[in-house]
């Protein structure tokens, strides 16, 4: 999904979806006539025994929407259906900076996904696992063993072990 062009006056700001309604408050917003980005990355998820990959937003309950303040009736967004509210100080909406989106949209691939850097550790920089059979393991990050996957030095039964681990499962240790 490219970014839409903005007509003179408009300007992005945020839209709180409900959960798990970004893409349907997008098409109804759509609909009302505002520009609307929703960035998505590929994600991997695990339904039962299988992985699954499909498209996911990048900022889960969250939305950009083109909006005039000044000449569009603005307040009609807190009433689309998906949409929670256009995030605000006080009573005005919020605008954020065009380069913020341009850096966003910078991003895509030809698939209008956001491509994600891969996680950076040193080799030996200690690593927490957040999920999965070795959820609040600590280990010692080794390297990538693919796109991925990273390679973890765990302690295990008072052996060392080496395993490897999906980089959305791995944070650095606190």
């Known amino acids: 999904m490219s970014v839409p062009v903005l007509r003179p006056g408009q300007q992005w700001h945020v839209a709180f979806t409900q959960p798990n309604a970004e893409v ?32 996911a937003p990048l900022f889960p309950r969250y939305i950009f929407v083109g909006v005039d303040v000044a000449h569009q009736r603005w307040r009609s967004i807190n009433g689309t ?19 913020v989106i341009e850096a966003i949209a910078g991003r895509e691939d030809q698939d209008g996904l956001i491509k994600l850097e891969p996680m950076r550790f040193r080799p030996g920089e200690p690593v927490r696992i957040t999920g999965g059979v070795f959820a609040d393991q600590l280990g010692l990050y080794e390297g990538m063993a693919d796109a991925e996957r990273v390679r973890i030095l765990l302690d295990l039964l008072g052996r060392k072990v080496r395993v490897l681990i999906e980089t959305e499962v791995v944070a650095p240790a606190a």
């Open 24 to 55: 349907r408050a997008a098409a109804h917003l759509a609909n009302q006539d505002f520009p609307v980005y929703l960035p998505r990355f590929m994600k991997r998820r695990r339904i039962g025994r299988r992985d699954v990959r499909g498209p």
């Open 81 to 99: 259906v998906g949409v929670s509210w256009l995030v605000c100080q006080g009573d005005h909406p919020v605008p954020i900076d065009v380069s």
